[in-house]
């Protein structure tokens, strides 16, 4: 999904928990620990070290994980390296050494038209939603709708493909009439799941990769979007709405616009099948960008229900049971902190935020990275 932030800040957390015979890689890292070195990081923040920053400007966001945890793939429209405005897709290294050419950040897509949910492949290979094909311009942003209404565009132009790292080899994936983006890839490499118009509502899909079968995974009236699997690709977790009277009636002539109004979102999972649906946030306001834990019984997302008293502009990552217990607030920027993932070993998270080392209001979003600490220490709790 495409998004423009007008709001402070969005990205996430990571965790990992490990043992040894003598001491944790936790507790190694725990007494190595300088916490005047790390100013990236907010008093509260008690499950977060090391926050580093990876991008210094414009827009940056959905910054997901290779497989083998060495790079991201991340889409932007900083004109450092993005001169076409639009959201384009890249690659960088996750720990921001140079790539092989000499170059920080990559180019992926083809600099045309607009793209957005960039993911990898397990070969390496990347999937994004573009809107190229169908015209190579930047397609106009939609920021209000009707009545001044905050609203998400639905390109019908945005379909999904597939490029080699390099940017090389860009070939359509799925698409046909209508949305179809928001693509994630399960970690045992075998299923993609997206949202699509084509059954008239947006709706999750699951595609599998060697044969290309196509399974509706959702039917409810409302949106159904940024899926995720579970470290075990049993589970997806994703964002929906589900309006009922009037407000059904508005999402529905939204959408003949090609808009949706995501001012009420909550989280669910779900067997990969689409069985098993079951609602884990009962929360007002916008709650988004999920991402299991690597348990499996705990989801992270982000939130702006804590502020919604004073307007709701403060997004930040909670952590929650998929029983729905147990709700905890990771980020404490006092901005914008969303779309957590953690690495595929589970020890860091990478996160978008509006945070800064100067502690001083930016509309600018970055890509950060922390690592994850799964077992806050006294240290932790008093970290200022």
Known sequence: MQRQFFLPGIFTLLIGLTAGCASSPETSAAASYDPAADSLRFAGEVHLRNIRQLTFGG?????????????????????????????QIFIMNADGSPLPEGETYRLVSTGQGRTTCGYFLPDG???????????????????????????????????????????????????GPGYDAEATVSPDGRFIVFTSMRSGDLELWRYEIATGELLQ????????????????????????SRPEGEEAETYRELLAQGLIEPNELNIFVADIDGRNVRQVTDLPGANWAPFFHPDGSRVLF??????????????????????GSGLTQITHSGTFDAFPMFSHDGT??????????????????NIFIADWVEHPTDADRAFR
């Open 302 to 323: 982000s939130s702006n229900h804590h502020t919604l008293a004073e307007g709701g502009r403060e997004f930040d990552i909670f952590m929650i049971g998929v029983d």
């Open 59 to 87: 827009n940056n966001a959905e910054a997901y994980w290779s497989f083998d945890d060495r790079q991201l793939v991340f889409q932007s429209d900083w004109d450092r390296i993005n001169p076409q405005g639009c959201d």
């Open 348 to 365: 860091r998270l990478v996160f978008a935020s509006n945070r800064n080392a100067r502690r001083i209001d930016s509309r600018d979003t």
């Open 125 to 175: 290979r990347v999937i994004y939603a573009s809107t190229h094909e169908a015209d190579p311009a930047c397609p106009p942003p939609v920021f209000r709708g009707p009545g001044g209404r905050y609203v998400w565009p639905i390109y019908d132009s945005y379909d999904i493909y597939v490029a080699n790292p390099d940017g090389s080899g860009t070939e359509r994936l799925i698409g």
């Open 217 to 240: 995974l959702t039917d409810g009236l409302g949106y159904d979007g940024g899926a995720f699997f579970s470290r075990d690709s049993q589970q997806i977790v994703w964002r929906a």
